[in-house]
């Protein structure tokens, strides 16, 4: 069985788990397929070009007989005038059924012997029987198709599952590059040239947001959270619509958050004297505690280990307002002081060494060690080049 890596710590996937893989079952529904088309070819009209419409034709004509043979067996069983008017209506429509019919088909015996079961004066239940057993032989035509048609959803399926396979592998192989640049770190780098700086500012940030929050007022606050939308590394969560109003619109919104969130506590009579309207307060803070306590530092901090120089010089510039508004200047000049982290010539290898002593599980060291990992890379590469080559093929589904 060939490894494969659906993460760092696993190395076999779901398929192989069961004994099949995406690209096996998409083979084997293929197979599947052809083989029934191949079917129909067989016991297609012969002489006429398009078996799978005589194929088609036969079984759209077993179900009509059979349809015409369980309508009928109940009002054209009988001796009265009634039982023999539906008797005339059966034979009629049975009769023009197997003239439509291709002279050439195989197994068109089996209708004409089906209307021969019924062609009678006087049916009974029996003949109906005769005539369901005579038309036995075409049943083969609506299985076929039915066949075909649960071959195809199959098929179709396996194309997804592959396809979803796909992307998992793109996924899996640049976890794996991921893995094999972290094995070129330098482990004993001294990576507190970045943490120093980046902890320095992280603690600086947070203790100016708990300030911040005991000073300004809920309003301030909510426009500081505005202003993030546009700003994609301050990942604010914006305030619900309806508190965004009240604190908008409402005098109550000159309190500070924690005051609104010790207000919402109170009783309404004694919220009546610190309040416009001690039933919106209630509705619209007390609701919304787990947000409004949520409102912290955390998307003014600098993640460890840090990302790229492009990405953090990007952070720090789109931080730095914000951080200007939120704490005093020896707080951002912290956060200059990890910009300037980025233009450090040892910054790409400090980062590396950081990256790996944070990510890399002693498991991961051990199958990097080991080449394993250089291995399920290699096994993943030829995996999608098989799974791209199988999605190739031109289906028809």
Excluded: C
Aim: charged fraction near 40%; avoid cysteine.
């Amino acid at each position: 069985m060939s490894e494969r890596a659906h993460s760092p710590g696993s190395n076999a996937s779901d398929g192989d788990r069961d004994g099949s893989t995406p690209l096996a079952e998409l083979e084997a529904a293929r197979e599947r397929f052809d083989r029934i088309e191949r079917e129909i070819d067989d016991h297609g009209s012969r002489g006429v070009e398009d078996a799978t419409d005589a194929v088609e034709d036969a079984a759209d004509a077993y179900r009509t007989a059979t349809d015409l043979l369980e309508t009928y067996v109940d009002r054209a069983t009988g001796t009265g005038r009634e039982n023999f008017k539906a008797y005339v209506q059966l034979e009629g429509q049975f009769a023009t059924l197997v003239d439509r019919l291709p002279d050439d088909l195989e197994g068109r015996s089996a209708f004409e012997d089906a209307l021969e079961a019924i062609d009678k004066r006087r049916l009974s239940e029996s003949d109906f029987e005769r005539a369901h057993a005579a038309l036995e032989p075409a049943s083969r035509y609506a299985e076929l198709v039915d066949d075909r048609e649960h071959a195809r959803e199959a098929l179709d399926e396996a194309r997804t599952e592959a396809s979803k396979r796909l992307r998992e592998i793109d996924d899996e192989i640049d976890e794996h590059e991921r893995l094999l640049e972290l094995s070129t770190a330098d482990l004993d780098a001294p990576v507190d040239r970045l943490r120093e700086p980046i902890d320095r500012y992280n603690e600086a940030i947070r203790d100016a947001f708990v300030e911040y929050r005991l000073e300004a007022s809920a309003r301030e606050v909510f426009a500081l959270l505005e202003r993030s939308r546009w700003y994609p590394f301050v990942g604010y969560e914006r305030p619900p619509a309806d508190l965004r109003e009240y604190v908008a619109e409402s005098p109550d919104g000159e309190y500070t958050i924690p005051e609104l969130l010790e207000y919402a506590d109170y009783s309404r009579s004694k919220l009546s004297h610190y309040v416009e309207d001690a039933d919106v307060l209630k509705r619209r803070v007390a609701t919304q505690q787990t947000y409004l306590d949520g409102i912290d530092a955390e998307a003014l901090t600098i993640e460890w280990p840090p990302d790229g120089p492009a990405v953090l010089r990007r952070a720090t510039r789109e931080i730095r307002p914000f951080a200007a508004r939120v704490a005093d200047e020896e707080t951002v000049a912290a956060l200059r002081s990890v910009r300037r982290l980025t233009h450090d010539p040892d910054y790409d290898r400090l980062q590396t060494a950081a990256q790996a002593v944070v990510r890399l599980t002693p498991e991961e060291r051990e199958r990097l060690a080991d080449g394993r990992i250089e291995d399920e890379l290699e096994a993943l590469r030829t995996e999608r080049e098989n799974l791209e080559a199988a999605l190739e093929v031109d289906d028809p589904i």
